[in-house]
């Protein structure tokens, strides 16, 4: 038997809660779909914090320059404006809602990242920043009776019917089978795609199937091809990238080569803040000149009490790894962090799609550009969530929904098999790491074309047929832009050559087409 609720929100994180509270404060009844856990999001494992302008030396009209030259030329100006003059608003009422950012002496404490101006990152317990607003985000979205919040119910597709979205294929956790659940509007916050690499900072859950459901539903996705490397992910064989916060390098860390010498003095002369694009390939840079596989961190200036108490977590989990990093040298390398490009959405979170609506980092609304400026994804989430939110609400009101009914629109592939799809992940994402990664050139891109063709003629499962097109567009996309610009570096077009200041748009069965902007459809 199918489903009937309001609104649809896919995914838990900052940009979904976010929406679902804005519809349910409105009236509407909201059913809140996740593929695992409730917390378990992108936005848990944020531990630098959240930009937003709040200190008496900031203005909006700096936040804004920053973004901008950070997003080296590709952001959408009106994006960026309502990012940061709406941001502030949000950022207080998220605090009103009991969200506990650090402070001292009863004032918040701001701290600096790479490519900010001013110190305007609000961090929560060290560095625990995004669990701590998952969690006030889910205190406050439980007082609200209409949300009813579904944790390991996987969305399998879309359902569009004369060209509107009116629901969603799940598996329900219950049933442990498929289900079709049909609402006036589908709001998808599902996350980013940063485990198409082999070294990612992302969670597990972090596969983009939120953008590829919306590719094979027709929707267009923009910017594939700019994907920000995080420059300080722990490099410890057989463990998991663990993301050393930029923090760190804004509270001083600085960079040293095999040899111990401090090394962005020959790079950069923002040294070790420069953008992340600049810092990461500074980083391979250097591990080639040395011949190893890492650098080191190095905040050993600071003292063990600070660094107890300013990155409790980073103490905790370097000391697992038996690494003391008030005395230690901390070997990092570079790992995917966020995708910037997605689903392309104007200012309200409308998509190419009646009735689908997306925020966060699934998305691409222009507010990123090239290169995403460090803890602006938070306030993105934030603020997109809401106004998708409102927007969903404001379209449907003419919308009448009769008898909702609809086929979805057919998941690509066969039944999952678990050992099967592992190796295609591993195949694809190796494959990423190599050829599309922090550099690549038209060799090392159509090699990587000819090996996705190559899996993709075998029988895939619905994940693994997910996986591979997002690979596909990725490296398509990476491909036709035959300049260097932000998170896209491309070794035989080494500059940034204004003819190039456009944006890509992928469309199912149609070849990448440009566009001025993000959010002019
Ligand atoms: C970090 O803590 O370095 C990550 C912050 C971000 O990616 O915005």
Redesign the pocket.
Known sequence: MSLRTDFIVIGSGIAGLRASIELAQNGAEVAVLTKSRASDSNTEW???GVAVVLSDDDTAELHEDDTLVAGAGLCDEKAVEVLVNEGTRYIKQLIEWGTEFDQEGGKLVFTR?AAHSRRRILHAHGDSTGKEIVRALIARARQEPAINLSAFANTESLIVENGRCIGVRFLDPILKAPREIYANAVVMCAGGAGQLYQHSTNPPGATGDGMAMAFFAGAELADMEFVQF?PTALNIAEAPRF?L???MRGEGAILRNAHGKRFMTDYDERLELAPRDIVSRSIVAEMRKTGTRTVFLDITEKSEGFLKERFPKIYETCKYYGLNISSDLLPVSPAS??TMGGVRTDLWGRTSIEGLYAAGEVTCTGVHGANRL????LLEGLVFGARSGAAALKDSKSFDPGDLSGKAVEARGDETSPTRDEAVFKRVKRVMWERVGITRDEESLRHALSEFEHITSANLSRRARNFVTLANLVTRAALWRKESRGGHFRSDYPDRDKAWRMHSVQREGKAISKSKSVGGF
Do not use: V
């Open positions: 944020a531990q630098g990242e995080h993301l916060s930029e923090a962090h966020y460090a803890s602006n994804s």
